[in-house]
């Protein structure tokens, strides 16, 4: 039983040196002195773009892409020159539902037009086109061109700067921003359903970048 026991506290007990090399604060701050000037790359496993629209007139359904990959570059200096490219998975899209995963990502009847994405949907990629940043420093407009369902439109992101600073363990410097668009899935050939289901679809993004 003692032997059992020990074997039980043994993960722990190993824990307790990887617990001690823990910050005792979160790393990141929002200090736009701590971002320093160079390329980032996309974390893919922190960097969400959440969507919401309405069902039927009842209440809003929303999910999420992740697997968010790209580049961010950044000058402390000139903020409005800032580029962002980062391409976004359709296939990789989650819901709570089941059926209207497998509904967004069916293919066409009998080779026809699909609903939604279809089966092997093609990513969206957004690149910015310009910068518009507040006196402030910590928000900007984020204008640039978004590809998705194979269409190109305009959309301004409205950012909001969240964090920089090393990440633990790695000591990579990161930065963090969350942002908020709007965007007609009609624009993109996405109207199935509407105007049952809501046309306008509501983008809440947040990403961490990691210097390269």
């Known amino acids: 039983m003692r032997k059992a026991a020990s074997l039980?506290?043994?993960?722990?007990?190993?824990?307790?040196?990887?617990?001690?090399?823990?910050?005792?604060?979160?790393?990141?701050?929002?200090?736009?002195?701590?971002?320093?000037?160079?390329?980032?790359q996309a974390d893919p496993h922190h960097?969400?773009?959440?969507?919401?629209l309405n069902h039927l007139g009842f209440n809003d359904y929303?999910?999420?892409?992740g697997d968010v990959t790209g580049t961010l570059t950044l000058d402390p200096k000139n903020p409005a020159a800032a580029k962002v490219d980062v391409t976004i998975p359709i296939a990789s899209v989650t819901v709570a539902s089941a059926g209207l995963k497998d509904h967004l990502l069916r293919a066409g009847k009998d080779g026809g037009k699909p609903d939604f994405?279809?089966?092997?949907?093609a990513p969206a990629r957004?690149?910015?086109?310009?910068?518009?940043?507040?006196?402030?420093?910590d928000e900007a407009k984020v204008t640039g061109n978004l590809t998705l369902n194979g269409v190109t439109k305009p959309v301004t992101?409205?950012?909001?700067?969240?964090?920089?600073?090393?990440?633990?363990?790695?000591?990579?410097?990161t930065v963090g921003f969350e942002a908020e668009a709007t965007i007609k899935r009609s624009d993109f050939g996405l109207g199935?359903?509407?105007?049952?289901?809501?046309?306008?679809?509501?983008?809440?993004?947040?990403?961490?970048?990691?210097?390269?």
């Open 62 to 65: 929303f999910g999420i892409f």
């Open 192 to 212: 199935f359903g509407v105007p049952l289901v809501g046309d306008e679809v509501e983008l809440e993004i947040t990403a961490a970048f990691e210097k390269k």
């Open 8 to 40: 039980l506290a043994l993960p722990l007990v190993l824990a307790v040196p990887l617990l001690a090399q823990m910050p005792t604060e979160a790393p990141g701050a929002k200090d736009a002195a701590r971002v320093t000037g160079g390329t980032y």
């Open 126 to 137: 957004f690149v910015s086109t310009a910068v518009v940043v507040d006196e402030e420093g």
């Open 157 to 173: 992101l409205d950012v909001d700067f969240t964090g920089a600073g090393p990440a633990p363990m790695s000591n990579v410097e």
């Open 47 to 52: 960097s969400l773009v959440g969507w919401r």
């Open 117 to 121: 994405f279809g089966a092997a949907p």
